[in-house]
């Protein structure tokens, strides 16, 4: 049981309604299946299952027989055409999330994320203009903060392709939202860990690529100084803030921070990792040329709108989440390493 089905007000709003969610498959994806189908909702798993990306057919053991999957490209606009129908609730959150593949080839971020953002919105607009859709963007949309924590009225300066059509998703949602009426809420979302990420490279989701290391007993590199600041988003948190906003009509048309408003270097993520494991280690060690071009700093997100408008705030220490995300691996290791 997730942390959000044990909620009366998201259960009303759930129960016994339609929910499509592109990219089910991948971490954040499944997970928010899981949660859906536990408060009695009627769940539509949409992925292409791209290699590299993360969909797992295991993430959603859980459900399997309750949920139906249909193993398509948001690209296609057939297809979403005719999924979109009749779903009260659109939660987009395919895309293309790999930002180091992006720095060598810019185009897949720019096919998958603008175009299929354009794709899943048309088909909202001309087959279900009533359903809410809820988009996924990311904290890096903002690129290097001016000032610390970074709300939602900051400058968005993304400083790489994936940053840049993550935005460019967000203002097409957007968009539809003013102009044709398709009810959207619009999230920002920090670094996030837990199960059922993908764990065969480390391009993405660092927090839980250190834990495959301490798993491993290898070394964990802490690349710069330890010193950089983040905030580290545990799974069931990031799946309560996307259940809450969607199920709150105050939300629609709103732009959230979703993350920490507690901060850890990542030296102390590294060593909280290496606790949470009882085993492995870590070390300083100098970026990479690619990572040293995309690395912004310090940054941690200002929740105080959606915890002011909405009641949302994270709920889980980062040692209550890495114990648990250290658990989980330990027991499904097989479907992921």
């Known amino acids: 049981m997730t942390d959000a089905t044990g909620s009366p007000a998201l259960a ?20 928010l299946a899981i949660a859906l189908v536990e408060l009695g909702a009627d769940v539509t798993i949409v992925d292409a299952m791209i290699p590299g990306y993360g969909g797992n057919l295991f993430n959603i053991a859980p459900v399997r027989q309750r949920v139906t999957v249909n193993f398509a490209d948001i690209r296609d606009a057939h297809v979403m055409n005719y999924l979109v129908r009749g779903q009260d609730y659109v939660f987009h959150l395919a895309g293309q999330v790999d930002h180091i593949l992006s720095l060598t080839d810019p185009f897949p971020d720019i ?8 794709v899943v919105m048309e088909a909202c607009r001309h087959h279900n203009p009533g359903a809410k859709v809820i988009y996924s963007g990311t904290r890096g949309q903002y690129g290097k903060p001016v000032s610390l924590p970074v709300s939602e009225t900051a400058a968005t300066q993304p400083l790489g392709i994936y940053e840049i059509t993550n935005l460019a998703a967000e203002k097409i949602v957007e968009a539809y939202h003013l102009v044709f009426g398709v009810r959207s809420v619009l999230l920002r979302i ?22 495959r290391l301490a798993l491993d007993g290898q070394e964990i590199p802490v690349y710069g100084s330890g010193r950089i600041l983040r905030d580290f988003l545990y799974i069931d ?13 105050r939300a629609f048309g709103q732009v959230f921070n979703v993350g920490v408003d507690k901060p850890s270097t990542f030296a ?5 990792v290496v606790r949470a494991a009882g085993q492995g280690s870590w070390q300083l060690a100098p970026f990479s040329l690619e990572r040293q071009a995309q690395e912004p700093g310090d940054f941690y997100s200002d929740i105080s709108k959606i915890r002011n408008l909405l009641g949302w ?14 658990q989980f691996y ?8």
């Not at 102390?268 to 909280?272: D, G, K, R, S, V």
């Not at 330990?330 to 390493?337: D, F, L, S």
Request: glycine share 10%; with cysteine; proline share 3%.
């Open 12 to 31: 009303a709003a759930f129960r016994g309604r339609r929910a499509m969610i592109t990219g089910g498959m991948g971490f954040l994806g499944s997970n």
């Open 111 to 118: 096919d998958i994320n603008v175009k299929g953002t354009a």
């Open 237 to 249: 948190d990031c799946v309560r803030a996307l259940l809450t906003c969607a199920a709150d009509e």
């Open 190 to 211: 920090t670094n996030t860990y837990g199960p059922r990420a993908q764990m065969q490279h480390s391009r993405y989701g660092v927090a839980n690529w250190f834990v």
């Open 268 to 272: 102390e993520l590294a060593e909280a």
């Open 313 to 326: 705030e994270p709920r889980t220490p980062l040692a209550d989440g890495l114990a648990r995300t250290v």
């Open 330 to 337: 330990r027991e499904h290791r097989a479907h992921y390493w």
